[in-house]
């Protein structure tokens, strides 16, 4: 099976293709560039390097989020389009996911971070069983001080992701015992990891129903319910509008 995999969900751009077990090539940039112009190229350019062409592609894994806003739409609707014309099949992979899957050889709570702004932040818990990563507390949208409150019994933890800096002084301060990865690539989501995650999971039955899982609405949409208190949330905020 013939996997393009990518990861538009935050600042790093990650492209890659695999077949079977085998890394046939990745593209992976750490600059904070518009991905809807660099996505579609760094596709291209990937596909003409590994002698491939669109139609041999089985299967498209796209990073589901959490993540900044506009580079999950950008992601997400690139696959949705691209699984749909060229009829294979879809996967998502939790961005968090796609961070904590890295860390294969540490045997503790991994805990991957994105900044979610306010001092508050987008993670889950995971770790590492039998070569499976495991998920032990969904991804969320939370406060820092809250999450660290959760954490306060475990022994061994270990941050993860470039945003961990932003919080480190918090972190360091409230959870002494937390390590703090300092291994570079690490801190990046990898084209690979992505494939390599989403060759094991099942494609979704439904490809025009694929959302991003953003975990928090947008400020926009929150102001706007705020104003309008008779809304129950029976109805889409944008037909609404």
């Known amino acids: 099976m013939k996997i393009l995999a990518f990861d538009t969900s935050n600042k790093t751009l990650t492209v890659s293709v695999m077949d079977k077990n085998n ?6 940039t750490n600059v904070n560039k518009n991905h809807s112009v660099t996505l579609m190229p760094a596709i291209a350019d990937l596909m003409e390097k590994v002698a491939l062409t669109p139609q041999d592609i089985d299967r498209i894994v796209v990073a589901q989020g959490p993540g900044s806003y506009t580079g999950l739409r950008i992601g997400v609707t690139t696959a949705k389009t691209l699984a749909d014309t060229l009829h294979c099949e879809l996967v998502g992979v939790s961005s968090l996911a796609l961070l904590a899957a890295n860390c294969r050889n540490y045997s503790g709570v991994i805990v991957p971070l994105f900044d979610a702004r306010r001092n508050n932040v987008y993670t889950g818990l995971y770790k590492w069983h039998k070569n499976e990563l495991q998920n032990i507390k969904a991804d969320t949208h939370i406060a820092l001080t ?3 409150q959760q954490l ?3 022994s061994d933890i270990l941050f993860v992701g470039e945003d961990t800096a932003k919080f480190l002084d918090q972190i ?3 959870l002494p015992q937390a390590k703090i990865n300092h291994i570079p690539h ?3 989501p990898s084209g690979a990891v992505l494939a390599e995650l989403g060759s094991k999971k099942e494609p979704v039955a439904n490809i025009h129903a694929f959302l ?11 102001k706007w319910i705020a104003a309008h208190q008779d809304w129950t949330g029976d ?3 944008v037909e609404k509008i």
């Open 212 to 222: 991003p899982l953003y975990l928090k609405r947008v400020e926009a949409e929150e």
């Open 146 to 148: 809250d999450l660290v």
């Open 186 to 188: 690490w801190q990046l």
């Open 152 to 154: 306060a019994d475990e």
């Open 172 to 174: 360091n301060e409230m």
């Open 23 to 28: 890394l046939l090539g990745e593209i992976t």
């Open 235 to 237: 109805e889409n905020y």
